[in-house]
Structure formats: structure tokens, C-alpha cells
T-cell receptor, first 113, second 111 residues
Framework: DAGVIQSPRHEVTEMGQEVTLRCKPI?????LFWYRQTMMRGLELLIY????????DSGMPEDRFSAKMPNASFSTLKIQPSEPRDSAVYFC???????????FGSGTRLTVV | AQSVTQPDIHITVSEGASLELRCNYS??????LFWYVQSPGQGLQLLLK??????LVQGIKGFEAEFKRSQSSFNLRKPSVHWSDAAEYFC?????????FGTGTRLQVFP
């Protein structure tokens, strides 16, 4: 298995632009998690899905952030419009049942200038 | 609410020295416990996990951790640290259908 695959690895965009981050979970994993990591705030859970259905999006910072999971093998995190304070590393993780551990992707480093 | 505390933000050790990273959790039932490591520019990698049974668990890269229910702790240990162990270490506890992570401990290794 190739693991959790995220794309792009790096993204630099101008303030106000739309940004879409992508994630392919491990086949057979029913849970998918989106995290944001910054020096100031550490690792934050943004949203997670079970069987493609959003379970908890209370960590999504603002309406500018949205996430979808149209099928079991693909999820997106969209920021529109982007702002410099959105600069961070965004991780996707997947899990068989959530509570017994995750496999993380390599992350997308987002820079908004 | 369930929580995980890593009291040490930053630890510095000499190469070859022993290491212990502290983790305390708050959870009502028997917890599922984890240690993850994050090298610079990388994602989080699972080092080891505890579900039940033997309270001393072995992980990858020569790490081990001991679950102590009486102390609500799950400390990570390594007898001899290598320079390549410099990274950030996260403790986590399973909560219903997700993990609760600690704030991490950054390990610096001097030659």
C-alpha cells in the first residue's frame, strides 16, 4: 500500500486565491482526518469523516474553509479566499476505526503571501 | 474531557545518553495509547501503541513505553539516543473514534 497520499506537497498562493488540498486515504480505512499544524497552535484537528460523512467539523476555523469526501478514496480541503494566516502544514490521516491509530500523509505546506 | 499532557516542551540530551519523555493522560476507561514521531518536514509516524496486555510495549527504532495506570502515564524511553532521533514526539490517547494528541516534545540531540 502506498500509504496516505497528499497533494500538492507545497503550495504558494497569493492572498485571496482559492486553494484546494487533496488526500487519498488508505484503501479500507473508514475514517479520514484533516489536521493543521503551526508553530503557534500546534496540531489542530479541523474535520473528520466516517464512511465519507463529516462527523465533526468544529475545528474548521472559518467559513472560508470547507472539506468534502465524495467517495472512499478521495477528500479535499478548500480554502476560499485564502489569507496569510492560513499558512501552515496541512495533514491528512486515515484510520480503520479512528481510535486504534492513524496513518498520516506527508502533508501539504501552504504559504499564502 | 479526555486529554493528554506532555509536560516537557523541549528536551536536550547528548548522543548515547538515555531518554525518557513524559506523557500523562486523562481517560475514564482503559485507554488506547500511542507515541508518534515527526522528523523535520515529515508527517507523523507511529512509534508504538498500547491497547491491552503487557504494560511494557516495544516500538520501532529501539523505543519502548510503559503504561502505568496508577500514575495515568505512558512514558517513552530509549536507553541510548542517536543523533537521528532528534525530532518532535507526540503522545496520543484514543477517544471514541479519534485520537487526542498532546502538544509535543521537541528532542534535540548533541554530539
Amino acid at each position: 500500500d502506498a500509504g496516505v497520499i497528499q497533494s500538492p506537497r507545497h503550495e504558494v498562493t497569493e492572498m485571496g486565491q482559492e486553494v484546494t488540498l487533496r488526500c487519498k486515504p488508505i484503501s479500507g480505512h473508514d475514517y479520514l482526518f484533516w489536521y493543521r499544524q503551526t508553530m503557534m497552535r500546534g496540531l489542530e484537528l479541523l474535520i473528520y469523516f466516517n464512511n465519507n460523512v463529516p462527523i465533526d467539523d468544529s475545528g474548521m476555523p472559518e467559513d472560508r474553509f470547507s472539506a468534502k469526501m465524495p467517495n472512499a478514496s478521495f477528500s479535499t480541503l478548500k480554502i476560499q479566499p485564502s489569507e496569510p494566516r492560513d499558512s501552515a502544514v496541512y495533514f491528512c490521516a486515515s484510520s480503520f476505526d479512528g481510535v486504534r491509530g492513524y496513518t498520516f500523509g506527508s502533508g501539504t505546506r501552504l504559504t499564502v503571501v | 474531557a479526555q486529554s493528554v499532557t506532555q509536560p516537557d516542551i523541549h528536551i536536550t540530551v547528548s548522543e548515547g545518553a538515555s531518554l525518557e519523555l513524559r506523557c500523562n493522560y486523562s481517560y475514564g476507561a482503559t485507554p488506547y495509547l500511542f507515541w508518534y514521531v515527526q522528523s523535520p518536514g515529515q508527517g507523523l509516524q507511529l512509534l508504538l501503541k498500547y491497547f491491552s496486555g503487557d504494560t511494557l510495549v516495544q516500538g520501532i527504532k529501539g523505543f519502548e513505553a510503559e503504561f502505568k495506570r496508577s500514575q495515568s502515564s505512558f512514558n517513552l524511553r530509549k536507553p541510548s539516543v542517536h543523533w537521528s532521533d532528534a525530532a518532535e514526539y507526540f503522545c496520543a490517547v484514543g477517544d471514541t473514534d479519534k485520537l487526542i494528541f498532546g502538544t509535543g516534545t521537541r528532542l534535540q540531540v548533541f554530539p
